[in-house]
């Protein structure tokens, strides 16, 4: 079968989600998936951007990014999302992107997506686990097929035993390896799933052409 | 003691949630309340809101309703959401607003206002109560005291039966008089309990002070 | 490839899920899948149960539906869930049932099932969304792969519209048509997703083995 | 007004939420409370509760504290709950208590009580956030006035940053210095807002009788 098209779709303001991202992306490439790294559309006013320097450098750094639109959900067979956490739940310029859906949604195409999610906050229980539920919620109603990574692996316990998703507690240092372990590992397996899933439904739709 | 400060804060685009406001705005000025009927800022692109005729009408028809700021926030020793689901969780609006209150956040001013949300969604089943948690989740981030309805009166059970916030299935149709009648009591009930407990805690002051 | 085999487990004291799971029952049968319908163990005393007739009257009715074992759990590729609310979350007995898996847990053979879930409440709004959610967030511990229905189907919508899983209001009057209807689809779907994974992983492992 | 009545309810099998609750009475009961310490029944066959030696040993060891009664429920202002993880949710045993409260839920008596809550998990990000979401979801049910600690004390930050209530990683080796500032200021604050919000009401009835 040909490759897994996966859409790696991340907001990040400070660095974190995007790190994540690219993790995701490295294993993904290594898994032999056809990849797109995507970012989330800023929404925030250019002064509130400009008035964080980390942010404001990430933006610059990060410009070349193609912003994720429906035509990327459209061609994907997975989404892995990486979204911080704000409150409790995920950052207002993701739910904008989730939002602005309707049109892709109302015809069934977000359906049967193979799905994960991973995130990160500024306390290690400041709504690591929230957020991926709001997440996965959401994704519910696109119709999706969720593969967190559950306890599938044991890199998952070094990184925080988060069975939703990679959560990474945000310090402004970067990722640690351990988080990074378990990026791979959760890419890997959505990967796996979606190539079962689908190999299986091309295979079906073979036979029934016969 | 002087009156109790609600803000009913809304996001609405079809108009559902701006009707359950205003069930809400009077029945707090009969139960004697200071209340300020505030509206969140819009953040779809005018494009967005002009190709759909209703929410472009609803947008010129609410034009003078004042829009919520954090000085609204401090000002109010009680809050009333009510915003639409989107896919389960709390329109990209309403979270826009809510990421916005990081400064008053971090000096504490949000903490220990007394809260209740209400929602409404296009099906009785589509997130209803996921709308709710959402931001009731939140609203712990920031310190709240949660007022939920639960099952404290008979018109929450003629009204669907959600105890975590009255929730309406939008219909076009408008608000249903079962739904203002929960809406009533949910605001009378979130009154009561600012009520007892700002005048506990201003009798507290006071006998501290002597 | 072979039938795949589906374990619907479900509680029930007044007989609503008993009827879901029967619908859903049917349907797989009528898929062409190896079916279990398995009743989760009762842990109220005796006397609880005797003192409310119609829970007494089906605890009798049932009595030769076998309960659901670990072993069943091992066997089964896909778990399709049904279980009546309580205060929001999944009532006790189905939990019970939950907690007493974790020597199955820990050796790994709960992950990489096929799931879904549905539930029952006694009001429209009283926990049918939250009580799915209770159950999913388990099921992600379990390193399970959810398919919940969305909104895939026409009769969801005619059921409430939950993409979570279909909802029944429990009015002592049977499970309704169009309940009916989102049962069939939902339990179409959970086999059908269950089936090009189990293929397209049978097909991976011929692969590799050749 | 007369001293607020608090009732820790907690659910124990290795000792983790026991200790918790332990330090939840000592700071309740220097802050000036009437506070009942309560377990909750276990529910667990005895063999199941023999085969592991701390469990036994918890069993035996605490086998005269007395088990919660809806007597108690009734009795008290203020709920504070401490009880483990188990997938994500509440243990069974914490479940099945809150089913049994039926008969007190349908005369209205269990509206209107200040609520808190701890938990345990194994893993950091193991359920410590959804557990607490489990039970809230429950109050919520309940009529109960929620009151989550949030971030309105730096113990919060200093034991995980957990806004919806204390939560703990079990490790074996006890409750943490940290954890436990973080419990007596979540029973602290418990208690004041109960106090505030009961001598309010109090003084409300006072007037009205006058």
Chains 1, 2, 3, 4 share one sequence.
Do not use: C
Not at 90 to 108: E, H, I, K, V, Y
Not at 137 to 158: C, E, N, R
């Amino acid at each position: 079968m040909s490759k897994i098209k996966l859409a790696v779709i991340y907001y990040s303001s400070t660095g974190t989600n995007y790190e994540m991202a690219q993790a995701a992306v490295q294993a993904a490439r290594q898994a032999g998936a056809e990849v797109r790294l995507l970012k989330i559309r800023e929404t925030a006013p250019q002064e509130a951007v400009n008035s964080k320097p980390e942010w404001k450098a990430l933006t610059e750094r990060t410009q070349n990014i193609p912003e994720v639109t429906l035509a990327d959900l459209e061609w994907a067979d997975a989404y892995l999302f990486s979204t911080p956490t704000r409150y409790g739940g995920a950052a207002s310029q993701t739910r904008a992107f989730m939002d602005s859906t309707g049109p892709l949604w109302a015809t069934g195409k977000l359906a049967n997506k193979l799905v994960s999610v991973m995130t990160s906050a500024q306390n290690p229980n400041g709504g690591q686990e929230t957020t991926l539920q709001n997440m996965y919620i959401s994704l519910m109603h696109w119709g999706a097929i969720l593969v967190p990574p559950g306890y599938t692996d044991q890199s998952i316990f070094q990184a925080g035993g988060n069975p939703y998703g990679t959560s990474v507690t945000a310090t402004g240092q970067g990722v640690d390896e351990a988080s990074k372990k378990a990026i791979e590992h959760q890419t890997r397996r959505l990967l796996e799933v979606a190539r079962f899933y689908l190999s299986g439904r091309e295979n079906s739709q073979q036979v029934s052409a016969d």
